[in-house]
């Protein structure tokens, strides 16, 4: 089980978008809807901003996409807004009931 | 409110054995499979075990298989991760998580997490 590949960092200015990827294998993203995205401030818990490929939680604003595609999946922030810089982790499900994370992404808000 | 506080973290040593609980409240636990996720120091995030609404099955990361047990009482609403052969490469902060669904239903998505105890193992 290797952890899923994301960009170490990316970066926007307010009220631009950013895509982050987050890319798998046919045996987990490829094959599952089970891929959720998290954002974490420093100090805080991780909260859920995105579920299975595209949901997005109540209280989530819908600035926050999610899509995939093959053994990619990306998480889309429009209109960049200050709060949004964060780290931001991919997971999937891997199957036999096991859920693999990505290595995490670093955004900044210029 | 809906919460999960964890206890039970220390400093312990390579080999020994350490109990974390995860007190869940505000939302009927025994319909919520739980998850334990870890996150080591300057480091990602790493899921570590799954266990469904009733206990009846659990599931775990390579990387603690046949170390680990994760368990809950349903009737005290609380989850436990009994970690045995602890390593250095044990260190981290541990999380309890519930999962988005409801059972029967897993989503393999978790929308509650508690704010973690630390566990350092080291001699």
């Known amino acids: 089980q290797s952890a899923l590949t994301q960009p170490p960092s990316a970066s926007g200015s307010p009220g631009q978008s950013v895509t982050i990827s987050c890319t798998g294998t046919?045996?987990?993203?490829?094959?599952?809807?089970?891929v959720s995205w998290y954002q974490q401030h420093p100090g805080k818990a991780p909260k859920l901003m995105i579920y299975?490929?595209?949901k997005r939680p109540s209280g989530v604003p819908d600035r926050f996409s999610g899509s995939k595609s093959g053994n990619m999946a990306s998480l889309t922030v429009s209109g960049l807004q200050t709060e949004d810089e964060a780290d931001y982790y991919c997971?999937?499900?891997?199957?036999?009931?096991?859920?693999?994370f990505g290595g995490g992404t670093k955004l900044t808000v210029l | 409110q809906v919460q999960l506080v964890e206890s039970g973290g220390g400093v312990v040593q390579p080999g020994r054995s350490l109990r974390l609980s995860c007190a869940a409240a505000?939302?009927?636990?025994?319909?919520?499979?739980m998850h334990w996720v870890r996150q080591a120091p300057g480091k990602g995030l790493e899921w570590v075990a799954i266990?469904?609404?009733?206990?009846?099955?659990?599931y775990y990361a390579d990387s603690v298989k046949g170390r680990f047990t994760i368990s809950r009482d349903n009737s005290k609403n609380t989850l436990y991760l009994q970690m045995n052969s602890l390593k250095g490469e044990d260190t981290a902060v541990y999380s309890c998580?519930?999962?988005?669904?409801?059972?029967?239903?897993?989503?393999?998505?978790?929308?509650?997490w508690g704010q973690g105890t630390p566990v350092t193992v080291s001699s």
């Open positions: 997971s999937s499900y891997a199957g036999s009931n096991t859920v693999l």
């Open positions: 505000g939302f009927t636990f025994r319909t919520y499979a």
């Open positions: 299975e490929v595209y």
């Open positions: 266990i469904s609404y009733d206990g009846s099955d659990k």
């Open positions: 998580a519930r999962d988005i669904a409801t059972s029967p239903y897993l989503s393999y998505a978790v929308d509650v």
């Open positions: 046919s045996s987990d993203v490829g094959v599952y809807k089970y």
